[in-house]
């Protein structure tokens, strides 16, 4: 555990560099006059809406969790706990990120009894989903706004660039070694416990195959309804500043797929990361960089206090689940 502690320091410590650094790219030309300005004149009702619809997110996203437990026969004592274990996770990725996907497991198991394996299978089920979505968000984005979507991913191309067979070579004799060790050593007590976790983790990533038609539909439903927020939450700021009212809804989707760029490069919450991509965005839409720094901000900041208060009602929720559970 002492080894552990340095190496998580270091990891920490350079996600924190990449995303200083990033945050001086974007903020380096920045003209702070125009951002004190855009901060005192942006109309802040559409920043309440926007805050509004990032947490609905939060909630389809529990509602939709509730479905790929509850088809796994735990009975969970309030469909809430899913919901506030989200806000929870996402308010540990400003700290650490990445790490909120574990320690919403540990959540929900400290607060409903539920094997993490298993919790960690239908988190890792979600994942794909998401990134079958945000395929979808990418196609969409071509079909939308095409000439932007071919310049941004076209600009600082590479035709030198060749495919890392070396990695590929090496993760596949890791691979072959894997197997061979758990074929000598299959009945050795250390492996048999590794393979219990694994099969936990398989049933959570097969829950969406026990769920009725109809149940298939509502989850399906859920994902649209999460993505949709998304959006949603970006495109409603355009009306909050002048200098970015006039853009459209291919923008928004353009836009989108350009924050989703930033919250990928594991960051502390997206910091320096989101701000720049998304003034990048605006830079291909025709927007000033500076007033898209304004944009970018601003969302960022909106978003960030809606995950710190989501993260700390969570934490207060879960902890009374958790105090019923143990008193019975």
């Known amino acids: 555990m002492a080894k552990s502690k340095p190496r998580a320091f270091i ?11 990033l945050f001086y790219l974007a903020f380096r030309h920045t003209e702070w006059a125009t951002l004190i300005n855009d901060f005192r004149s942006v109309r802040w009702p559409y920043l309440i809406f926007s805050a509004l ?21 735990y009975n969970i004592r309030s469909k809430w706990s899913a919901v506030h274990g989200i806000a929870l996770g996402y308010f540990s990725n400003l700290v650490i990120p990445r790490s909120g996907e574990v320690f919403r497991c540990t959540a929900m198991y400290r607060a409903e009894d539920i094997p993490v394996n298993k919790l960690l299978g239908t988190v890792i089920l979600e994942r794909l989903v998401d990134l079958m979505m945000l395929g979808l968000l990418f196609i969409l984005g071509f079909v939308t706004n095409w000439s932007n979507m071919v310049s941004m991913f076209s600009q600082g191309a590479d035709s030198q660039y060749e495919f890392p067979w070396v990695i590929v070579f090496t993760a596949l004799l890791f691979l072959l070694m894997a197997v061979i060790i758990i ?5 050795n007590p250390l492996l048999l416990r590794i393979r219990n976790f694994l099969k ?32 949603l939450m970006v495109y409603i700021v355009f009306f909050a500043l002048d200098s970015t009212s006039h853009l ?11 924050g989703s760029l930033g919250m990928v490069i594991p960051t502390p919450g997206g910091i320096g990361s989101y701000h720049f991509l998304m003034m990048t965005g605006l830079a291909f839409l025709g927007v000033d960089k500076s007033d898209g720094m304004s944009f970018g901000t601003i969302v960022h900041t909106t978003q960030l ?13 879960l902890a009374s689940v958790e105090k019923k559970r143990v008193n019975g």
């Open 11 to 21: 990891t920490y410590a350079l996600f924190l560099g990449l995303g200083g650094l």
């Open 53 to 73: 619809m990032g947490y609905y997110a939060y909630v389809a996203r529990g509602f939709r969790w509730n479905m790929l437990l509850n088809s796994m026969n």
């Open 183 to 187: 074929r000598r050593y299959q009945h």
């Open 200 to 231: 936990g983790i398989k049933e959570g990533l097969r829950s969406f195959k026990q769920l009725s038609k109809r149940q298939r539909w509502r989850f399906v439903f859920y994902t649209f309804q999460i993505w949709i927020m998304y959006f």
């Open 248 to 258: 459209t809804l291919s923008d928004g989707v353009f836009l989108m797929v350009a």
């Open 305 to 317: 206090i809606m995950t710190l208060l989501a993260g700390v009602l969570g934490f207060l929720y």
